[in-house]
């Protein structure tokens, strides 16, 4: 009895309505994972890719996918014996030529359309480099001059790679073309396929006799000094691009850029958070409990703060316009936010310690509340605490 087949919908993994693009996706997707070549022996893959070639052969073709639509398998039993693919079935009517370029230019090292770039005129390769710079720095921009290691056209041959007197000549494997033609038997026959020339690696040229100062390269190695401007608000990791001073282009391509990698600095008393930045600032009791100037160190210098009287510890504030420039945004500038703490003394005079002890008393006598409660007492209430800060301090 023969093996009930799938429902081609289902083995390609697309609903009813799925269009051109979305079935030629699936299939590619089943085809580059099943294909024989990828799968060499597997009968279990083989068996897979050929299910799913069958389902695409139909639904891409528009009468045979309404046949189907209509008449499910029953429309094509017995009715396609001769054809050019495998199992009796016709493929004719498939277009798998854009799928296979891709497939087999992925197993042997590009397709066609990646081919044809390659032979072309091509940016050269991006040099990265990296730069350390202080807080300051990232925050308000600045000049840094780095040196790096570039190729530039050898003066010898003039780029062209060949010894003076003599010239690069057409290759002979691929004609000038920068590409060779190769083909390959598959499932569906012979399988054309495009590559870079290896012996000319694309540029449709070879060298005899090569310059001996750069090698046939065309390019010599040299130190160069670039300057670089660093902007204001950048943040530890972002690059700085110079474009057009990278590795020179192949076969006439324009140069890379070379990548300036921004290693910013810690601060001793700042941390950055996007366009914002965070300090703490310890402050006194006094300052705290009944107010007062302080100084607040900010990345444009110190500037004075007043503290109202009564302020918690850990409160925080926000000094508008003190922070990071944004990079985006020429006019706009983050804000500095500082944590006041109340520092307390770790070392007090014998008057101090008596003034704190009067203080105590006037506020309700904290020292000794613990021994009240454990004889029974109370602690006081709020409103009858007696608060005489600022006559406390000015003894």
Known sequence: MAE???????????????DDAALKKAYRAIAKKYHPDVNPGNEEAEKKFK????????????????????????????????GSGFGGFDFSG???????????????????????????????A??????RITFEEAVFGTEKEI?????????????????PGTSPETCSKCGGKGQVVFTQQSFFGTVRNVQTCPDCNGSGKVIKEKCTDCRGTGYVPIKKRFAVTIPAGIDNGQCKRLAGQGEPGINGGPRGDVLVEVIVGRHPVFERQDINIYSTVPISFAVAALGGDVIIDTVDGKVIYEVKAGTQTDTRVRLKGK???????????????????????????AEAKELLRKFDEASGDSLHAAERVKDGGEEPKEKDKKWKFRDIFDK
Do not use: W
Request: aromatic residues 8%; hydrophobic residues 30%.
């Open 4 to 18: 009930q087949k799938r429902d081609y919908y289902e083995v390609l993994g697309v609903s009813k309505d799925a």
């Open 51 to 82: 299910e799913a070639s069958e389902a695409y052969a139909i639904l891409s073709d528009p009468e045979k996918r309404r046949q189907y639509d209509q008449f499910g398998h029953a429309a094509f039993d017995g009715g396609a014996g001769g």
């Open 94 to 124: 498939a277009d798998f030529g854009d799928i296979f370029g891709d497939i087999f230019g992925d197993i042997f090292g590009g397709g066609r359309s990646r081919q044809s770039a390659r032979s072309g005129p091509m940016k050269g």
């Open 126 to 131: 991006n040099l990265r480099t990296s730069m």
């Open 147 to 163: 040196e790096l290691t570039v190729k530039e056209e050898c003066k010898t041959c003039h780029g062209t790679g060949a010894k």
């Open 323 to 349: 922070g990071v420039p944004s990079l985006r945004n020429a006019d706009l500038r983050g804000d500095h936010y500082v944590t006041l703490v109340i520092q307390t003394p770790d070392k007090l005079s």
